[in-house]
């Protein structure tokens, strides 16, 4: 079946370390977002790529990094300047007619 | 700047009463017009989605939506609702369909909770 694959479930940082969450899609589409979910709220973009080797900054961009080399895959690095990763992350992916974004399952990032 | 507005926070029904879920929107273009679900520690499941013709759409899960433009609301519906339903529900609102993705601004959802 197609979908989104976000790996791992559940990460932990240390403080001063970069870590990777992962996002894989096979539905084809040329779309992929990050999204940030806090406790009690919606849902805020990090960064988007509308196809490949091209992305743009989303709402809270700052301390996060991405990088869009294969269709398929948009990883996105939770860096040490990003002071308060804790939170529920989201990937999603939408097609080029512009349909709606479909969900991975999310990573749940904690600081050690 | 386009916004999405879903004034209850919380909301307990009993099972098997009526629901209704408020969404206004702010966008300046025919919009178009998503309610998605979560459940505990997973991702967003897409419920209906809403561009043009008629106005009153049916989802899965024996959701509906209306939506009303003189009102700039999407509320959600469901006649009978089940143990199942309890969850957050997210309305979103974006551009036309086209080929430059789907960029969608999220509501800060309702959680929704069900009496036996």
């Known amino acids: 079946d197609g979908g989104i694959t976000q790996s791992p479930k559940y990460l932990f940082r240390k403080e001063g370390q970069n870590v990777t969450l992962s996002c894989e899609q096979n539905?084809?589409?040329?779309?992929m977002y990050w999204y940030r979910q806090d406790p009690g709220q919606g849902l805020r973009l990090i960064y988007y790529?509308?196809?490949?080797?091209?992305?743009q900054k989303g709402d809270i961009a700052e301390g996060y990094s991405v990088s869009r080399e294969k269709k398929e895959s948009f990883p996105l690095t939770v860096t040490s300047a990003q002071k308060n990763p804790t939170a529920f992350y989201l990937c999603?992916?939408?097609?080029?007619?512009?349909?709606?974004?479909?969900f991975g399952d999310g990573t749940r990032l904690s600081i050690l | 700047a386009q916004s999405v507005t879903q004034p209850d926070i919380h909301i307990t029904v009993s099972e098997g009463a009526s629901l209704e879920l408020r969404c206004n929107y702010s966008?300046?273009?025919?919009?178009?017009l998503f309610w998605y679900v979560q459940s505990p520690g997973q991702g967003l499941q897409l419920l209906l989605k809403?561009?043009?013709?008629?106005?009153l759409v049916q989802g899965i899960k024996g959701f509906e939506a209306e939506f009303k433009r003189s009102q700039s609301s999407f509320n959600l519906r469901k006649p009978s609702v089940h143990w199942s339903d309890a969850a957050e529900y997210f309305c979103?609102?974006?551009?036309?369909?086209?080929?430059?993705?789907?960029?969608?601004?999220f509501g800060g959802g309702t959680r929704l909770m069900v009496k036996p």
């Open positions: 966008y300046g273009a025919t919009p178009y």
């Open positions: 790529s509308q196809i490949v080797n091209d992305f």
């Open positions: 539905l084809n589409h040329d779309a």
């Open positions: 979103a609102v974006g551009p036309p369909p086209s080929n430059a993705g789907n960029m969608l601004t």
């Open positions: 999603a992916s939408s097609g080029q007619s512009g349909g709606p974004q479909h």
């Open positions: 809403y561009f043009s013709g008629d106005t």
